[in-house]
């Protein structure tokens, strides 16, 4: 079945890096993002990656992909206060146009 | 990037009532928008899937008798709680995305908050 699971909380130093992981079952999954929610607000897509790619970086962001084990990481660098929020990690089979399917959600909280 | 809107952003019923959530894409056309619910502090379900002209696919577990889905143009949604009970109090949640195919994107509204009371 489709499962997409994360820890639920994280808490970093400001200006250290936050890394958020993700484990997931479908192994047909074609597509996986990473969103952001901001308290009260809806989601946005920091970035995505194909299945067939080990890596994605996106000035702050890099997403690592393990196939194999099915494991997804978003590593945030530098982190700062205005990146307090819930990330999803999520799957696709297709593309984003078809259903997706999100995991828990993980709280960052950046400390001082 | 492209804009969809929900609205209302929040809404309080009482009991008993039925209540409508419109999503709509502001500056493209969207065959197929997709409905969510998020219970506090857990994740994003897919409830359904909208089809524009055609009756919505739901997933498994949800009533469609009880969240009916509208999808009457290619820019509007309609989400309608109907006989609204406090259990049905979550955030709803909708995206759409430009055209089907390959690197495309899917745009959130900015989710409805329901209380029922």
């Known amino acids: 079945g489709e499962d997409v699971e994360q820890s639920l909380f994280l808490s970093v130093r400001e200006g250290d890096s936050s890394v958020i992981n993700c484990t997931y079952t479908?192994?047909?999954?074609?597509?996986l993002y990473w969103y952001k929610q901001e308290p009260g607000a809806g989601l946005q897509l920091l970035t995505y990656?194909?299945?067939?790619?080990d890596m994605k970086q996106d000035q702050r962001l890099t997403v690592l992909l393990n196939k194999k084990d099915k494991h997804l990481s978003l590593r945030i660098a530098d982190t700062q206060t205005g990146d307090s929020a819930i990330y999803f990690c999520a799957e696709s089979r297709y593309s984003s146009a078809s259903k997706i399917i999100f995991g828990s959600g993980t709280r960052l909280s950046i400390r001082p | 990037g492209a804009v969809v809107s929900q609205h209302p952003s929040r809404v309080i019923c009482k009991s008993g009532t039925s209540v409508k959530i419109e999503c709509r894409s502001l500056?493209?056309?969207?065959?197929?928008m997709f409905w969510y619910r998020q219970f506090p502090k857990k994740s994003l379900m897919l409830m359904a899937t909208?089809?524009?002209?055609?009756?919505?696919?739901?997933e498994q577990g949800v009533e469609k008798d009880k969240f009916l889905i509208n999808h009457a143009s290619l820019t509007l949604s309609t989400l309608t709680v109907t006989s609204a009970h406090p259990e049905d109090s979550s955030f709803y949640i909708c995206?759409?995305?430009?055209?089907?195919?390959?690197?495309?994107?899917?745009?959130f509204g900015q989710g409805t908050r329901l209380t029922v009371v």
């Open positions: 500056d493209f056309q969207a065959t197929t």
């Open positions: 990656i194909f299945s067939n790619m």
């Open positions: 479908d192994s047909s999954s074609t597509y």
């Open positions: 995206s759409a995305s430009p055209q089907e195919g390959l690197n495309t994107e899917a745009f």
């Open positions: 909208s089809n524009e002209g055609s009756k919505a696919t739901y």
